[in-house]
């Protein structure tokens, strides 16, 4: 997997290259993950274009987009935002003033482990919010996956670090892809590389900041157990990630877009 070099983008690469079990590969340009593009500078933008990107999936909440407002990319009449989110939005709707005295309440409504309780218990707490997006927004996870099978060229994946609803949706597509575990683990696990360049850009907004003053880094790093976990819980539970995934609407006939999207 390849990083990225963006202006303003710090956890941003291209999925080609992922190793698939039968010995293939995930095609560059396919698939591209990264932190959120607010800040995207008009050479970042044209960098994106230069990749070929036609669709981006943006999985920040409703908050979060309103409290952060339109992003440059969402001015760019040859790229399809698709908004997809996967918290409980009745836990992040937006406050109704900007006043600074507000700050605190926001932060502790903003970032997906904040304030909410995981529906899925699983002993290790990060995958048990991964496997709470498949309970709490089943169409919202299987309409992202869709859009990346969909996507007319590169298809670029963000939330708001770009490591945690990111992650998980990235990891569903390349396990659907057929891409190795181990492969699929590394890559989330990449994020950490990154991390202080994550938070520091994050503690920029308003939006994340007193949430994330005084936490030290390693509450925030993406370990290779977490998805580990993440992914040995749907294996167990229901036999591999395409059965787990069945459950919640998604089809054989997605599983060959999808893979023809990544791989062809």
């Not at 005084?214 to 580990?228: A, E, F, I, Q, V």
């Not at 993440?230 to 539970?237: G, K, N, Q, S």
């Amino acid at each position: 997997m390849a990083w990225l070099s963006f202006e303003s983008l710090v956890n941003a690469r291209d999925l080609g290259g992922t190793p698939t079990t039968d010995g293939g590969q995930v095609q560059p340009g396919r698939l591209l993950r990264s932190d959120n593009l607010q800040d995207l500078t008009p050479a970042d933008v044209r960098q994106l274009l230069d990749l070929g990107l036609t669709d981006v999936i943006d999985l920040r909440s409703d908050f979060e987009v309103t409290r952060e407002g339109p992003g440059p990319m969402n001015s760019e009449p040859s790229v399809r935002v698709h908004r997809y989110t996967f918290l409980p939005e009745a836990d992040h709707t937006p406050l109704p003033t900007d006043d600074e005295d507000d700050v605190a309440e926001v932060a502790a409504r903003a970032l997906p482990w904040v304030g909410l309780e995981a529906t899925v218990k699983h002993d290790n707490p990060y995958a048990s919010h991964y496997l709470s997006y498949l309970a709490d927004k089943p169409a919202q996870v299987a309409g992202a996956l869709r859009t990346i099978a969909e996507a007319e060229g590169a298809v670029l994946v963000h939330c708001a670090a770009g490591k945690d609803r990111t992650g998980t949706t990235i990891a569903l597509a390349l396990m659907l892809a057929g891409a190795e575990e181990d492969a699929v683990i590394e890559d989330y696990a990449l994020s950490s590389e990154r991390m202080q360049l994550i938070i520091d850009r994050l503690s920029a907004s308003t939006t994340y900041r007193e949430n994330l003053a005084g936490r030290p880094l390693s509450s925030h790093m993406t370990r290779p157990d977490t998805m580990r976990a993440f992914i040995d819980h749907l294996v167990e539970e229901y036999g591999s990630v395409q059965q787990a995934l069945q459950r919640i609407g998604w089809t054989d006939a997605d599983t060959e877009r999808l893979r023809a999207k990544l791989l062809d």
